[in-house]
């Protein structure tokens, strides 16, 4: 018999909605035409990838070294960590070391291990509404407990609410700006406050909660918004990141975490976080592409078309009588499901497929009576939307 508590889990209603309505998605397409068929399910970004992306790819495909599909050291190799350590030395304004990074197959694997790393059984994770919908999974993966924290109404976070969910079994408080699924940038302000909430925590009972950052759309910002560095302002900090959605590489599942070397437990946290690479199964992060990053990490992006997508969209629901807040990166719009509707957005979502409209419904990202639009899509697929959406919410 298969386990029950993962039985359990796949027949959630709410399980996995989000790559069913992928696969739903295709087979609508087949039966109405794609130009029929709106689907704003899921985040797959389809902006080809820069060419120096692309060159790279062409450069490590002819090499033809001894060894060079062999193993490499679980953390990755070191030139591919170097590189991971200047580009977060960029982005946070502080000295980081290579061996302070572990690469990861995507940020999904490095979140893994961070909780592999990070928890005891019961150990408790904080995570601000809404969220990732596969953290819930990802915490329970390894013990944990996951603990939904409101944010402010325009998705911001709440220091308040989060220091009154603050226990001695508090392991760690798990942020993501961008966020998915609001497309909210936390501002300095608020990281600030929260910060001042874990020292004082750490201070009265002599465990610092970790901050872990979530950041896979950190470079995908509107209106020259920018993600704030947390390395300056916390010890007890780790970046979560991959490549999926900044260099359009999804599917290539390459990704790291990098730990604050001013973390007190920097040497014992990076060497857990090694052999939980291994334990996980993926021993390492794909050879081929921990190659090809460290080549063309840095490659210049234009992020233009998706700005220019969420400013149809958002004009899109302006006309038709839905509700949000103005995403401000990412390319996810939160919607809030009509008021006939009450909260519930899973009855919504399910209304919008008779239209062929798809999206996810807010309660799989502990957003009930939302749904979330994923603009990463054809502009026609956009603009052609309007009319269905319209009599959706007759």
Same mark, same amino acid.
């Given at each position: 018999?298969?386990?029950?508590?993962?039985?359990?889990?796949?027949?959630?209603?709410?399980?996995?909605?989000?790559?069913?309505?992928?696969?739903?998605?295709?087979?609508?397409?087949?039966?109405?035409?794609?130009?029929?068929?709106?689907?704003?399910?899921?985040?797959?970004?389809?902006? @080809?990838?820069?060419? &120096? !992306? =692309?060159?790279?790819?062409? %450069?490590? *495909?002819?090499?033809?070294?001894? #060894?060079?599909?062999?193993?490499?050291?679980?953390?990755?190799?070191?030139?591919?960590?170097?590189?991971?350590?200047?580009?977060?030395?960029?982005?946070?304004?502080?000295?980081?070391?290579?061996?302070?990074?572990?690469?990861?197959?995507?940020?999904?694997?490095?979140?893994?291990?961070?909780?592999?790393?990070?928890?005891?059984?019961?150990?408790?994770?904080?995570?601000?509404?809404?969220?990732?919908?596969?953290?819930?999974?990802?915490?329970?993966?390894?013990?944990?407990?996951?603990?939904?924290?409101?944010?402010?109404?325009?998705?911001?976070?709440?220091?308040?609410?989060?220091?009154?969910?603050?226990?001695?079994?508090?392991?760690?408080?798990?942020?993501?700006?961008?966020?998915?699924?609001?497309?909210?940038?936390?501002?300095?302000?608020?990281? @600030?406050?929260?910060? &001042? !909430? =874990?020292?004082?925590?750490? %201070?009265? *009972?002599?465990?610092?909660?970790? #901050?872990?950052?979530?950041?896979?759309?950190?470079?995908?910002?509107?209106?020259?918004?920018?993600?704030?560095?947390?390395?300056?302002?916390?010890?007890?900090?780790?970046?979560?990141?991959?490549?999926?959605?900044?260099?359009?590489?999804?599917?290539?599942?390459?990704?790291?975490?990098?730990?604050?070397?001013?973390?007190?437990?920097?040497?014992?946290?990076?060497?857990?976080?090694?052999?939980?690479?291994?334990?996980?199964?993926?021993?390492?992060?794909?050879?081929?592409?921990?190659?090809?990053?460290?080549?063309?990490?840095?490659?210049?992006?234009?992020?233009?078309?998706?700005?220019?997508?969420?400013?149809?969209?958002?004009?899109?629901?302006?006309?038709?009588?839905?509700?949000?807040?103005?995403?401000?990166?990412?390319?996810?719009?939160?919607?809030?499901?009509?008021? &006939?509707?009450?909260?519930?957005?899973?009855?919504?979502?399910?209304?919008?497929?008779?239209?062929?409209?798809?999206?996810?419904?807010?309660?799989?990202?502990?957003?009930?009576?939302?749904?979330?639009?994923?603009?990463?899509?054809?502009?026609?697929?956009?603009?052609?939307?309007?009319?269905?959406?319209?009599?959706?919410?007759?």
């Amino acid at each position: 018999m298969i386990s029950q508590k993962l039985k359990e889990t796949v027949e959630s209603p709410s399980s996995g909605v989000i790559r069913k309505m992928f696969e739903e998605g295709a087979a609508l397409k087949a039966k109405f035409g794609a130009d029929k068929v709106f689907d704003f399910s899921i985040g797959n970004p389809d902006l @080809d990838p820069p060419q &120096k !992306v =692309l060159d790279a790819i062409n %450069e490590v *495909t002819a090499e033809e070294s001894h #060894l060079c599909h062999g193993y490499m050291p679980n953390a990755g190799y070191p030139e591919t960590r170097k590189a991971m350590a200047l580009k977060t030395e960029k982005e946070q304004g502080v000295p980081v070391n290579f061996e302070n990074v572990v690469m990861a197959v995507g940020a999904a694997g490095a979140l893994n291990v961070v909780m592999k790393t990070l928890l005891n059984q019961d150990d408790e994770v904080i995570v601000p509404c809404p969220y990732f919908a596969e953290y819930d999974h990802y915490i329970k993966n390894h013990g944990g407990n996951i603990i939904r924290v409101g944010t402010k109404p325009d998705f911001g976070l709440d220091a308040k609410v989060i220091k009154d969910s603050l226990s001695e079994k508090t392991a760690a408080v798990l942020i993501n700006s961008p966020n998915n699924p609001s497309g909210r940038i936390y501002t300095e302000e608020e990281i @600030d406050s929260v910060v &001042k !909430v =874990l020292n004082e925590h750490g %201070e009265k *009972t002599g465990r610092y909660p970790y #901050l872990i950052c979530d950041e896979p759309y950190r470079a995908i910002t509107y209106n020259n918004k920018k993600v704030v560095p947390v390395f300056p302002k916390y010890e007890n900090c780790v970046i979560v990141t991959s490549f999926a959605k900044n260099l359009s590489l999804p599917g290539e599942r390459i990704g790291y975490l990098c730990l604050n070397p001013a973390c007190k437990e920097s040497k014992d946290f990076i060497a857990a976080a090694i052999f939980a690479t291994r334990t996980l199964g993926y021993v390492n992060a794909p050879a081929f592409f921990q190659k090809v990053i460290a080549k063309s990490w840095d490659a210049e992006c234009d992020y233009s078309l998706y700005e220019k997508r969420r400013n149809e969209i958002c004009q899109i629901m302006d006309e038709t009588g839905y509700e949000y807040v103005v995403p401000e990166g990412a390319f996810y719009l939160f919607v809030k499901v009509p008021e &006939k509707w009450g909260n519930d957005d899973m009855a919504f979502v399910n209304h919008l497929k008779s239209f062929n409209i798809l999206c996810a419904p807010g309660c799989s990202f502990g957003g009930k009576g939302y749904f979330r639009i994923s603009y990463c899509v054809s502009e026609q697929t956009i603009l052609n939307s309007k009319n269905a959406f319209k009599e959706a919410n007759k």
